[in-house]
């Protein structure tokens, strides 16, 4: 158990949808990140949130958005939802996170269904 | 865009052989870590070797890193069936607004 939970665990939803990815991350960690894997473009970067601030961006649509709350935990908003969006969606947390990137630990990622 | 290549592909071997699996990156880093994913399930860290650091062992794991040709190893000696996994390798490139990126990962396959 990494200590970093994410909600739901599955979801199927509709072309065009809007939902709400959820991510816990582990106690003190101040730093959270978002990636999406599928099988045709492997585990991309989406965006990194340090203690409620974005800190680096990757390759994250438009339609999809993030934050980072006063308590830490973190949600990833997807937006007009795509055939292409199926993918299983990591959070991971970490302490570092400000200006280089230690070890990060993994939630168990929520898979996405658009159809 | 992948900053770490995995080398090869896919690897199967026979339990109690070691594995041998590369990765190469194309700019400076401040470190290079390797992760493990079973099927559908998260990734889990494995080791993390600082661009200063030529060589690192956890347990039967053994890690180089060579900066001047940008490439690291990732070595686990007497495999297990319970090795059977995706191996990933990730690069924490210098600079300010650093982030972790993966390359497509490896599938280790042990028989047993």
């Not at chain 2, 060589?55 to 040709?69: F, P």
């Not at chain 2, 490139?93 to 993966?102: D, E, H, P, V, Y």
């Amino acid at each position: 158990d990494s200590g970093v939970t994410q909600t739901p665990k599955h979801l199927i939803t509709a072309t065009g949808q809007r939902v709400t990815l959820r991510c816990s991350p582990r106690s003190g960690d101040l730093s959270v990140y978002w990636y999406q894997q599928s099988l045709d473009q492997g585990l991309q970067f989406l965006i990194q949130y340090y203690n409620g601030e974005e800190r680096a961006k990757g390759n994250i649509l438009e339609r999809f958005s993030a934050q980072q709350f006063p308590d830490l935990h973190s949600e990833l908003n997807l937006s007009s939802l795509e055939l292409g969006d199926s993918a299983l969606y990591f959070c991971a947390s970490s302490v570092q996170g400000a200006f280089n990137t230690g070890e990060l630990f993994f939630g168990e990622g929520s898979r996405l269904t658009v159809l | 865009s992948q900053q770490g290549e995995e080398d090869p592909q896919a690897l199967s071997i026979q339990e109690g052989e070691n594995a041998t699996m590369n990765c190469s990156y194309k700019t400076s880093i401040n470190n290079l870590q390797w992760y493990r994913q079973n099927s559908g399930r998260g990734l889990v860290h494995l080791i993390l070797i600082r661009s200063n650091e030529r060589e690192k062992h956890s347990g039967r794991l053994r890690v180089t890193l060579d900066t001047s040709k940008k490439s690291s190893s990732l070595l686990i000696t007497a495999s297990r069936a319970a090795d059977t996994a995706s191996y990933f390798c990730a690069t924490d490139a210098s600079g300010a607004n650093s982030k972790l990126t993966f390359g497509k990962g490896i599938t280790l396959s042990v028989r047993p």
